[in-house]
């Protein structure tokens, strides 16, 4: 058995940013374990620009983006594999590798989960109606198009407005098919308010809100769908369905973590991020092992998932040099207008980033963090979107002796 | 191109489990076979679309044939498994009472059981039950430890390549248009692949048993399609239960009830229900079954939540009679009193799957009696099925992943398929290449993320493997195409796009 500081599972965003960091900091025996051909995940299929503005200033497509990680982590000459899918995981961080050589087993001080995510599918969602072909997640159509250089369909419904729906949307019609309408069933888009600009109104793609696909037809390849609008509870208003002649269903409605590691292994996950329950570094249920972007909490922007790797490769690097002590056992509670938050508990009061999703779009809105009677910090937003996460910074200053630790949206 | 010579002693129509059992079964003796299908593959009718029970023959009227078949079936089902690789589990079922009211029902249940000669059937009360099955709401229940589950389409294509091997031929994607009897000898078989002729025909069509009858001149047979949906749960909800477990069947009804059935492969289905619909290819979901279905199965297990569904499919049932009369009807198993020669199967719904093997003894017997077959003595009962990577050990894993690093790839995450089975699983001696070929010979996109990794390497490997264009991989066969072609190579698209860029370029200048 092999033995290593830290083992790296995925070579997307956020395992090549948790990478380098990692070799930043110091850390030599590293292992980065990718299970496709090549490293960058998916953001080799995403070719459209708009990543990076944050990160490097500047708007990069996916594969640039990627290629910034790939080249630092060539350089710096940190081991990876390619091909090779982890297979088991267990407590005590021994992972087993599978590849054309066989399986390998390693044993590591610390792991990082960068698995990022999978896509919700029809099955999961329950649409209604027959099984032809032609349906396909937003995700899938993009690898097909743009990595395989095939194309899925002419005339095509988009169910759901999650971005890589909007992207797809815009892509399609760039490739000459004819996207008819993108549903949303909620009131409001799930995608970044630039997408529904840049990728339906420029190119004069309706959005339909309230609206979902209740019938699919079609035997062999798909021949039309039927779609409804709903009610404010959200049944199916009568007399508004209509049947919409197409052959191809593109789904964009959701992200799922991909945990199926995480969940052998026996890690805590928070039912409503679908990522492990961590602290403020990032570390799992289970001691020394972290978890960063994609596979921790859905992101919208990829700067971002490479900003949470680098800043739980502190909480690494703490780690190995001696396990820190618990200063504080406080789990960060929400009250309203909040979906998530993560990290969901505090054991330390050093600076802590915070992310949060809101429950629905708003505008003139205040993020109160408090503990007890006392505001420890307010922070106020034009608006806020579900679609946008929230990230707020708390310093140790702010945190100094806190005793709980509630937030509200006001 | 070989040319394949049409002339065939006897023709099966419909390669679904019974007609592939019937091919096996007549492959034991020196004669010349053909099984026709319509569809792209063996099974995929009723056959792929049921609970996967190995029924212990309690539901059925004594003295009819689908008691009789259903209790045989059930007791040699493990040799036949055996035999032919196919995966075989005795769980056992328990048909579940929640009132008072049941309790008489699961006395007449057992009562018709034992009449039909099944083995061990008890009456088991509230604290057996709690032991059984600790989730499970009820007050007591019929236990039969002979009931068992199997997997449908690997059955099938069990028998079918191993019919195959011993000689049987398959001729998938031929639909029959027309039979015509000549010269009173032998018939002519229409399809949209040429004509076919043999001296006897076993209409072994299923849901389009009545048509192919009526082809030959038989009109005495009308079939309603009855449709059943399900759903399938994730993996992880698996431990709720250890039996099949049934309500009490309401008497008049197309079905058992809406039951939850743990497979083979160790999800659960919820379903079947029962509806009569009129379309023969309506494999439809539909919205309030749906709903009813989640409710039902709640109402026995209500750890069970919504968010564990990860597929809905449905099945028809093949019904002889209009859902105004309801209910079972008998199995026919007869040749024609109008058409010499001519092997009706008719109505061959539940428990069709656990008497596919009795129901193909009799149909060898019926031909038996009227001239004496000669055996194949060169037949081999015995199939190997696709060696599945994650069911070794380690030693062995590393030792098969040496001899081919194919089994070093796991192309689909979920289900932890290799590209070798993968590749197997494409060499299949039957030729279907479609998605769903593979996909019921692997298990590859059967799992949670329902193939959103391992779809498109998946149609990589099909293109590659059959060399085929993008346009002719496809989903099921026939029309059901998954790719338009390339993305560059298409002339219509490159001057869509052209016109697209160019008003883009124009709204900028503007």
């Known amino acids: 058995m092999s ?90 961080k021994e992972v087993v590798v599978m590849g054309s050589n066989g399986l390998q087993h390693f044993q590591a001080k610390v ?82 308010p630039r997408n529904i600009n840049q990728c339906l109104y420029d190119f004069n793609i309706p959005l339909l809100l309230n609206h979902t696909v209740v019938d699919i037809e079609g035997n062999g390849r798909l021949s039309g769908v039927t ?43 928070d039912p409503i991020t679908g990522g492990p329950q961590v602290d403020q570094r990032g570390q799992t249920s289970l001691p020394g092992i972290f978890a960063c972007g994609n596979v921790l909490q859905v992101h919208d922007i990829v700067d971002n998932v490479s ?79 579900p679609a946008e996460m929230i990230r707020v910074k708390l310093s140790s200053r702010e945190l100094e002796d806190l005793k709980s630790l509630k937030v509200r949206l006001v | 191109m070989k040319t394949i010579n049409h002339d065939f002693h006897i023709i099966i129509i419909g390669g679904g489990v019974v007609g592939c059992a019937i091919a096996r079964e007549l492959s034991k003796y020196k004669i010349k076979i053909a099984v026709l299908e319509k569809e792209d593959d063996v099974g995929w009718g009723t056959s792929c679309r049921n609970s996967g029970v190995v029924h212990a023959g309690f539901n ?176 992880k909800a698996s431990w709720m239960i250890n039996h099949l477990v049934y309500p009490v069947p309401q008497d008049g009804t197309g079905g058992l009830g809406v039951h939850l059935t743990p497979t083979i492969d160790g999800n659960i289905l919820i379903g079947p229900s029962n509806e009569y619909i009129n379309r023969r290819n309506d494999f439809s979901s539909t919205f309030p079954i749906m709903k009813m279905l989640s409710a039902e199965a709640y109402s026995f297990l209500p750890l069970i939540s919504s968010g564990d569904i990860i ?58 009696k009227k001239e004496r077959l000669n055996s194949n003595s060169s037949f081999n009962p015995f199939r190997k099925g696709i060696l599945k990577f994650e069911e070794q050990d380690e030693e062995t894993k590393k030792a098969l992943i040496k001899q081919d690093s194919n089994y070093g790839e796991i192309v689909c995450r979920c289900e932890k398929i290799t590209k070798k089975e993968i590749l197997e699983a494409a060499n299949n001696p039957l030729g279907a290449k479609s998605l769903i070929s593979i996909k019921y010979r692997t298990r590859a996109m059967m799992g949670r993320c329902q193939g959103g990794y391992c779809q498109t390497r998946i149609m990589e490997i099909l293109r590659e493997y059959f060399e085929l264009d993008p346009k002719e991989i496809t989903l099921k066969g026939n029309d059901s195409y998954l790719l338009n072609g390339y993305r560059s190579n298409k002339e219509n698209n490159q001057s869509c796009q052209k016109k697209k860029l160019l008003s883009l370029e124009e709204g900028l200048l503007v």
């Open chain 1, 111 to 192: 792991v990082i989960l960068a698995m990022g995510c999978r896509e919700r599918t029809r099955g999961a969602i329950g649409i209604p109606g027959a099984r032809p072909s032609g349906i396909y997640t937003a995700g899938v159509a993009q690898e097909l198009i743009n990595l395989k250089d095939y194309m899925v369909g002419e005339k095509i419904v988009i169910l759901g407005s999650g971005d890589i729906g909007l992207i797809m949307a815009r892509r399609l019609t760039l490739e000459g098919a004819e996207v008819i309408t993108v549903a949303e069933k909620l009131p409001y888009s799930s995608g970044l």
């Open chain 1, 227 to 269: 779609i409804a609008q709903l009610g404010k509870r959200g049944g199916i208003i009568p007399g508004s369905k209509q049947k919409i002649a197409c052959d191809t269903l593109l789904l964009s409605v959701g992200l799922i973590p991909e945990n199926e590691l995480s969940l052998e292994a026996g890690i805590l996950l």
């Open chain 2, 311 to 368: 597929r809905s499919y449905s099945g028809l049932r093949a019904k002889q009679v209009p859902s105004s009369v309801g209910g079972f009807w008998d199995f026919v198993i007869e040749e024609s009193d109008t058409v010499n020669n001519f092997i009706n199967l008719i109505g061959i719904e539940s428990p069709g799957l656990t008497a596919a093997q009795p129901i193909a003894q009799r149909v060898v017997n019926i031909i038996n």
């Open chain 2, 60 to 235: 059925n009227r004594p003295g009819t044939l689908m008691a009789k078949f259903c209790v045989e079936g059930n007791k040699s089902f493990e040799d036949l498994c055996h035999q032919l690789g196919v995966p075989y589990k005795k769980i056992g079922k328990l048909v579940v009472a929640q009132k008072k009211e049941e309790l008489k029902d699961l006395q007449k249940l057992k009562q018709q059981g034992d009449a039909n000669r099944v083995d061990n059937l008890q009456i088991i009360g509230l604290n057996e039950l709690k032991r059984l099955e600790p989730n499970l709401v009820g007050i007591a229940a019929l236990y039969s430890p002979e009931t068992a589950i199997t997997s449908p389409y690997l059955l099938t294509i069990a028998l079918a390549e191993n019919a195959l091997n011993n000689g049987a031929s398959f001729f998938l994607n031929t639909e029959v248009k027309d039979i015509s009897r000549l010269d009173n000898s032998y018939f002519k078989i229409s399809t949209n692949r040429g004509e076919f002729t043999s001296s006897y025909v076993i209409n072994s069509a299923g849901l389009y048993a009545d048509r192919i009858a009526r082809m030959a001149g038989i009109k005495k047979f009308s079939l309603y399609p009855c449709r059943g949906e399900y759903h399938i749960l994730d993996k």
């Open chain 1, 3 to 92: 033995e290593k500081e830290v083992i790296i599972i995925g070579g997307g965003a956020a395992g090549l940013a948790a990478a380098v960091a990692c070799k930043q900091k110091g850390i030599e025996e590293l292992l980065l374990i990718e299970r496709g051909g090549y490293l960058g995940g998916i953001l080799n299929q995403c070719i459209h620009d708009g990543f990076g503005l944050e990160k490097f200033h500047i708007s990069l497509a996916g594969p640039e983006y990627a290629q910034r990680y790939i080249e630092q982590l060539l350089d710096q000459e940190i081991p990876y594999l390619l091909n090779s899918m982890v297979v088991s995981l267990t407590p005590q």
């Open chain 1, 307 to 385: 900003l949470e790797a680098e800043y739980i490769v502190e909480g690494v690097a703490e780690y190995l040099r001696g396990k820190p002590r618990k200063e504080c056992n406080i789990k960060v509670e929400l009250e309203k207008g909040l979906r998530y938050v993560v990290p969901q508990t505090l054991n330390s009061l050093k600076d802590t980033l915070f992310s949060f999703r809101v429950n629905q779009p708003g505008e003139k809105k205040a993020l109160i963090f408090h503990d007890g009677e006392k505001v420890i910090k307010k922070k106020s937003f034009p608006r806020v979107n």
